[in-house]
């Protein structure tokens, strides 16, 4: 019995060993817009799988790691991509120098450990691949290992966020809706503009007079979604461009560089962007 209980210690020090790579040290910088927190909250209370839709670089993955820190939880992060297979996500038998040896996915490793684990992006993973997590969005909260013929049953503190940016969404390139129905949603956007000033001046360290310049350039380029940009300056980029001036680039040099030539190759498109941001700074 004894001999069994050491064992036992000594795989739960292995595993959480494993786990300190994804561990949140510090609180990572988050302003809360609405009552996502609160929401978030409530779900992780009845591990409810979250889906968080909104576009890009609107502060979804900095959401999570926020609340995985606030938890107290390790967050385990996958960047879904169309060449991820189950196999990426459950795991697969590797040869070492012993032989043939059964190593954990991440999803594996999060399902085990009681770990949040976050799909970033997800619809850009193959739909065949998304399937492996709906026994694990149901009552069920089961991951079946069918290469190593077992069940496994969910640690009793795992939760399953994944991403969902809606104006990518395409016939060919879409959740099903059996995978959205199984999660509960927390729309983010763009914050309105005070908000968002507050957070280019936090992140980017610039006064709050640039910051709120960005975020006025940020919002006219937005008018120009679906009149030639599939998706305007997000706040990501509007940091970016802060932190390029706070190292003493000018800001309207600052702005071509980290919003005008990454988000449009067409010249019109340019022209445009270029004389919204002289009529700004």
């Not at 996958?78 to 459950?90: G, Q």
Request: proline share 5%; charged share 25%; with cysteine.
């Amino acid at each position: 019995m004894h001999d069994r209980s050491g064992a036992a210690l000594d795989s739960r020090a292995q595993q959480d060993l494993a786990l300190d790579p994804f561990r949140i040290a510090g609180e990572p910088y988050y302003r809360p817009v609405a009552h996502e927190v609160a929401l978030f909250e409530a779900a992780h209370r009845s591990r409810m799988p979250v889906m968080l839709k909104g576009p890009t670089g609107c502060g979804k993955t900095r959401f999570v790691e926020h609340m995985a820190w606030k938890l107290g939880r390790p967050l385990i992060t996958v960047s879904c991509h169309e060449d991820m297979t189950a196999s990426d996500l459950v795991g697969r038998y590797l040869l070492d120098a012993v032989g043939t040896v059964w190593h954990d996915g991440p999803l594996t490793l999060a399902v085990r450990s009681g770990a949040i684990c976050y799909l970033d992006e997800i619809v850009e993973a193959r739909q065949d691949t998304t399937v492996v997590i709906h026994s694990l969005t149901d009552d069920r909260r089961i991951l079946p290992l069918e290469k190593k013929n077992e069940v496994l049953k969910a640690h009793p503190d795992f939760h399953l966020v994944i991403s969902y940016n809606p104006g990518y969404q395409s016939v060919l390139k879409d959740l099903k809706e059996s995978t959205k129905q199984r999660f509960g949603a927390i729309a983010f956007s763009y914050p309105v503009a005070a908000i968002e000033a507050e957070i280019v001046a936090a992140e980017a360290r610039v006064d709050r007079r640039t910051a709120a310049t960005l975020v006025n350039i940020g919002a006219r380029s937005r008018n120009l979604k679906g009149h030639g940009l599939e998706e305007g300056a997000s706040t990501r980029m509007l940091i970016n461009a802060g932190l390029l001036v706070g190292n003493g680039i000018a800001l309207a040099e600052a702005c071509d560089v980290a919003l005008v030539l990454p988000i449009t190759d067409d010249p019109d498109i340019r022209d445009a962007l270029r004389a919204a941001i002289a009529a700004c700074v």
